[in-house]
Structure formats: structure tokens, C-alpha cells
């Protein structure tokens, strides 16, 4: 099974927002409410920032936000912020095989 | 601290053998569920491995299906990866990550810092 999809690299100035979509497929994205977002800076582990397709971990600031429509979910940063350069995959419940599949990644740069 | 801490990783010749360990602390082992997620250097994350609390439920991606073997001793709160038949495409970084509710599927809220993996001659 394919990754799900993402745009190599997303941009905005501190302070703008941005949103990045995953589109996946009616087996993975598009069949389950298991769409989940991690933020990954450079040498880090992943880190959760969005589950169950637009709720956020205790410690996730509400500038990001997740939603989905279809087979097309996507996250959105609001008041852009130096820290929140990184890279960002989404994720989806896939069933059995795959489990999971990931999204193949957004660089997000804060100019 | 919920905290995981991968252990294991090195450089294998292709065709080798390998098993990365991951341990728990902070929280109740036996009562979550877990996985093993890898990163190529410079690429994504790849899905690779789940086990459910009891292995009771146990997937494999297919690039590792019939080579990998995923295990847990709930005594010692240790997840293991059991690698076989490796090859250059298996270098990577490997996380273990537990799951954050349980029938799993939901999501990954806790992961280690990764153990790396290079195969090659």
C-alpha cells in the first residue's frame, strides 16, 4: 500500500498560517477517524501533535489544528511561530495491513 | 516520565541477524500496545510492526513480513524486534512508539529516540 500523500513543502511568514492536506485512499484516510499528525525537528523523534483527525494532546498549543473531508485530511498552523519549522506527517488507521500508513512528509518553513 | 529508550541497533552484513530491544518506564507495559516504526536516512516514516497488549494481534508491514518478528516480555517491560535476512533497504533509524489508546489504530504518543540499523558490507 502506497504512502498517503503530501506537498513536499509548505511556507509562511511568522504570525500567517499554513495547511498542508493527506490524501490517502477510501481504505485508510477515508475509512476511519484515526488520522493523526507528528511534528518531527531535525535529529528528534516524532512528537503527536494531532489525533483522532483534530484533537490535540495535553501540551499541543491550539494553533494547530486538524480536520478531513473524504480521503483528504489536512493540518493547519495558525500564528506561525520560528519553533514550529519542522517536519510534519500524517498518519491513518489503515486495518490490519497496513496497520498504519504514513504520509510521505511536509517541510514547513517559517521565513 | 512515560519514556522508551531503544537499544539493539549496529552495523549488520546483508543476509545478517539482529534484535533491537525497547524499554519501558513510567507507566503500566503490560496495559498498552506497541510499534515499530523506521526512518531511512533523509526519508519518511515507515510503519513496520504492531503488537498488541497480550500478542494476541500481531501485523507486519510487507517489506518485513517473514524477516522481522515483534515480542514482549510484560514482566520485564521490554518490546523487542527480532531482524532477519536484512538488507541494505532495512537501514534506518527504528522507534518504537506505544500506542495512546487501546484495540490500537488511533495513534502514537509516546516514541523512544531511535536505535539505527546499517546493513552493508
Known amino acids: 500500500q502506497s504512502a498517503l500523500t503530501q506537498p513536499p513543502s509548505a511556507s509562511g511568514s511568522p504570525g500567517q498560517s499554513v495547511t498542508i492536506s493527506c490524501t490517502g485512499t477510501s481504505r485508510d484516510v477515508g475509512a476511519y477517524n484515526f488520522v493523526s499528525w507528528y511534528q518531527q525537528h531535525p535529529g528528534k523523534a516524532p512528537k503527536l501533535i494531532i489525533y483522532?483527525?483534530?484533537k490535540r494532546p495535553s501540551g499541543v498549543p491550539d494553533r494547530f489544528s486538524g480536520s478531513k473531508s473524504g480521503n483528504t485530511a489536512s493540518l493547519t498552523v495558525s500564528g506561525l511561530q520560528a519553533e514550529d519549522e519542522a517536519d510534519y506527517y500524517c498518519?491513518?488507521?489503515?486495518?490490519?495491513?497496513?496497520?498504519?500508513?504514513f504520509g510521505t512528509g511536509t517541510k514547513v518553513t517559517v521565513l | 516520565e512515560e519514556q522508551l529508550v531503544e537499544s539493539g541497533g549496529g552495523l549488520v552484513q546483508p543476509g545478517g541477524s539482529l534484535r533491537l530491544s525497547c524499554a519501558a518506564s513510567?507507566?503500566?507495559?503490560?496495559?498498552?500496545?506497541f510499534n515499530w516504526v523506521r526512518q531511512a536516512p533523509g526519508k519518511g516514516l515507515e510503519w513496520i510492526s504492531y503488537?498488541?497488549?497480550?500478542?494476541?494481534?500481531?501485523y507486519y508491514a510487507d517489506s518485513v513480513r517473514g524477516r522481522f518478528t515483534v515480542s514482549r516480555d510484560n514482566t520485564q517491560n521490554l518490546l523487542y524486534l527480532q531482524m532477519s535476512s536484512l538488507r541494505a533497504e532495512d537501514t534506518a533509524l527504528y522507534y518504537c512508539a506505544r500506542e495512546k489508546a487501546a484495540a490500537g489504530g488511533d495513534s502514537l504518543d509516546i516514541w523512544g529516540q531511535g536505535t539505527m540499523v546499517t546493513v552493508s558490507s
Open positions: 498518519c491513518s488507521h489503515g486495518g490490519s495491513n497496513p496497520f498504519y500508513v
Open positions: 513510567g507507566f503500566i507495559f503490560s496495559t498498552y500496545e
Open positions: 483522532e483527525v483534530y
Open positions: 503488537i498488541s497488549d497480550t500478542e494476541s494481534a500481531i
